[in-house]
């Protein structure tokens, strides 16, 4: 089992910046590719960012690439998302999620193809 624990959100201005953190504790000595999806006032989970268990492969969202990075520190067992230059759209709750691999061999978009989530941290965007 992998608790994970979201945070950093808040009211933003638009064209400022936030990062999310997300922590993660029980079984983290498995292999993890981790993720940031977030979901939109009255839309669905949509994919944002994913990073493979090592921190070397990262893939994007078209709508968030390059003003969102992903990155994390395994030594902390912690996951981030930078997120630059936010605008109204960017404005959901951000949730973390991980997924168990042997070899990471291609990026994972659906939901259900996680195992873990975050609680979710709400991300507010002011015009």
């Known amino acids: 089992q992998v608790q994970l624990v979201d945070s950093g959100g808040g009211l933003v201005q638009a064209g400022g910046s936030l990062r999310l953190s997300c922590a993660a504790s029980?079984?983290?000595?498995?292999?993890?590719?981790m993720a940031w999806f977030r979901q939109p006032p009255g839309k669905e989970r949509e994919f944002v960012a994913q990073?493979?268990?090592?921190?070397?492969?990262?893939y994007y969202a078209d709508s968030v690439k390059g003003r969102f990075a992903i990155s994390r520190d395994n030594a902390k067992n912690t996951l981030y998302l930078q997120m630059n230059i936010l605008n109204p759209q960017d404005t959901a709750v951000y949730y973390c999620?991980?997924?168990?691999?042997?070899?990471?061999?291609?990026?994972?978009?659906?939901?259900?193809?996680?195992?873990?989530w975050g609680q979710g941290t709400q991300v507010t965007l002011s015009s």
């Open positions: 999620a991980a997924k168990s691999v042997l070899n990471f061999r291609r990026p994972y978009y659906a939901t259900n193809e996680y195992d873990y």
């Open positions: 029980g079984r983290t000595s498995s292999n993890y590719a």
């Open positions: 990073i493979s268990p090592s921190g070397a492969l990262t």
